[in-house]
């Protein structure tokens, strides 16, 4: 697995989709009967674009970042990372999957409560088997503006630091991918201007390709494209492909 991972990085036309969804479907049972979340998503994202989700609360923006992290099964469709197929994965393999290609940024940060920033950012690597994890971790901190926070613990970190930490941890593997929840929704005004920025500094200093869910069609505006979905559905799309 992890040689064909590495496969798929050294191949493929820079024109090919680094994100492809096809006829992508998820269904969820409830008291009340079935709940169809996403009716038949089709969607390529080229690497090195950015792409916002915006739509109504409930409209499944969320749900369709999940499926494309790999932490949601859809109930039918095909989605492929890199070229590589991702449903019917195990749980070990779409985690190497993750390790290789994908950074994941929520907007309630998902730090470890017990472990400071630089641990935050270290173990993961570390258990992905980076030898030189802890200093990687204190490059990406120093790259968000951190490496005077390393020993800091999430409660003595403000939310905008919280969530630096967060980036830190997200593209620390060398996603290529940046997968981004709702990532100012806890922030104030000031804050949630720093972390977009920061976002849009990594895509520009490393190419990744950028996939935002917002609410905020300001922040939606700065990339190169605009898709709304509408109950499970792509309801537009607008802007152009880099």
Do not use: W
Request: proline share 3%; with cysteine.
């Amino acid at each position: 697995m992890a040689a064909e991972l590495e496969d798929c990085k050294a191949v493929g036309e820079e024109n090919d989709p680094i994100i492809a969804l096809r006829s992508v479907k998820l269904t969820l049972t409830s008291a009340a009967g079935p709940v169809n979340i996403l009716k038949g998503i089709d969607l390529d994202i080229i690497k090195g674009e950015t792409v916002s989700l915006v739509g109504a609360s409930g409209s499944g923006k969320s749900t369709l970042l999940s499926v494309i992290a790999g932490l949601e099964t859809p109930t039918s469709g095909t989605i492929q990372i890199a070229g590589r197929p991702i449903v019917g994965l195990n749980e070990d393999e779409m985690a190497l999957l993750r390790g290789a290609f994908i950074g994941i940024v929520f907007q309630s940060f998902h730090l470890i409560p017990t472990m400071t920033a630089l641990e935050n950012v270290a173990v993961p690597l570390e258990l992905g088997g980076n030898s030189q994890a802890f200093a990687r971790a204190r490059q990406e901190l120093d790259l968000v503006g951190l490496s005077h926070r390393l020993d800091h613990y999430p409660g003595q970190l403000s939310g905008g630091e919280q969530q630096r930490v967060a980036i830190a941890r997200a593209i620390g593997g060398g996603a290529s991918i940046l997968l981004a929840d709702e990532p100012t929704g806890n922030l104030d005004a000031e804050n949630s201007e720093h972390v977009i920025d920061l976002l849009f500094s990594l895509h520009e200093t490393r190419n990744t390709t950028l996939l935002l869910v917002t609410h905020d069609l300001k922040i939606a505006q700065r990339c190169s494209r605009v898709i709304s979905l509408s109950d499970g559905l792509i309801d537009n799309t607008s802007g152009s492909r880099l």
